[in-house]
């Protein structure tokens, strides 16, 4: 199936924009004025058509997976997700990790003007707010979720645990409040933690209007023992439209992203692929 069959076509949503009917603050007079008072010219509500945000789903059965963009394309797009979970959470109280933010890796995603999408979790975005909003104003980067605290949409997802039938989208809508909160621009892109969904996450979670961002490389930065793995991974698996998975957590989990992203932007440009956001890979120019 070709990825525009996944991603949901919605229809654009008008919205009124009326006028304030302020009042004016009332002043004394003292004496009439010199001038004649004009009377404003009375303004029409006008109707604005409202993009809706990318990656928004109007598909009230299913939410839709998006794993690449198009193959005719050189583009590629970077993704990297901030996982926290309470597990993390607990190491960052503790002092056993000084941070789950990978300032250096978005210090190089920057210096080489890299366009990027990053799904971040509510509890990270809980814990570094004020990044959240920097990522957020950042017009390189837009900005999607990925789900609250980390959990599973399956029984078996690694060692993530489950999130219950009946909490998934509340789980899914919370990220996506706090994410709505901090970012002005804020997608409806989503993804699952490891990738982990089946038919029940997808009918569950398609309320919550979001697309799901799968992948086709994984760029298998967890718990790398060094930068050259994440970099051969990347580099030999890339096609167009390929949507790589990295993650910006940085700490013990993924500890060489920052020093992997150079040379796999290095090696991606010099092949001639374009990098690009999410929205702008699936975008139809
Ligand atoms: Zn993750």
Redo the contacts with the bound molecule.
């Keep these: 199936m070709t990825w525009g069959k996944y991603v949901a076509v919605v229809g654009l949503l008008f919205a009124l924009v009326a006028c304030s009917n302020s009042r004016p603050v009332a002043t004394p007079q003292t004496r009439a004025p010199s001038v004649p008072v004009r009377t404003a010219k009375p303004v029409r509500p006008t109707v604005v058509p409202v993009q809706a945000k990318p990656g928004a789903s109007g598909n009230v059965k299913l939410m839709p997976v998006l794993d690449h963009g198009p193959r005719d394309r050189k583009q590629i797009a970077l993704t990297f997700?901030a996982?926290l979970t309470a597990l993390m959470r607990r190491r960052l109280v503790s002092g056993t990790v000084k941070s789950y933010y990978n300032k250096a890796l978005i210090d190089e995603l920057r210096a080489l003007h890299v366009p990027a999408t990053m799904f971040l979790t509510g509890m990270w975005m809980e814990q570094y707010p004020g990044i959240t909003r920097q990522l957020a104003n950042d017009p390189l980067f837009e900005l999607g979720t990925?789900t609250y605290d980390?959990r599973g949409f399956t029984k078996h997802c690694y060692t993530l645990g489950t999130v219950p039938r009946d909490q998934m989208l509340a789980d899914v809508r919370r990220a996506i409040t706090e994410l709505d909160q901090l970012d002005p621009h804020a997608t409806r892109w989503f993804r699952f933690?490891?990738g982990c969904y089946d038919a029940t996450a997808l009918h569950e979670l398609a309320p919550a209007g979001v697309t799901a961002v799968g992948l086709d490389v994984p760029g298998a930065d967890g718990f790398a023992k060094s930068p050259q793995p994440i970099i051969k991974q990347v580099l030999d698996h890339v096609q167009n439209g390929s949507i790589v998975v990295l993650h910006m957590h940085g700490g013990d989990n993924a500890p060489y992203t920052a020093q992997a992203v150079g040379p796999i932007v290095h090696g991606l440009r010099a092949r001639g692929y374009q990098l690009v956001t999410v929205t702008q890979l699936v975008s139809r120019r």
């Design positions: 997700d996982d990925h980390h933690p490891g």
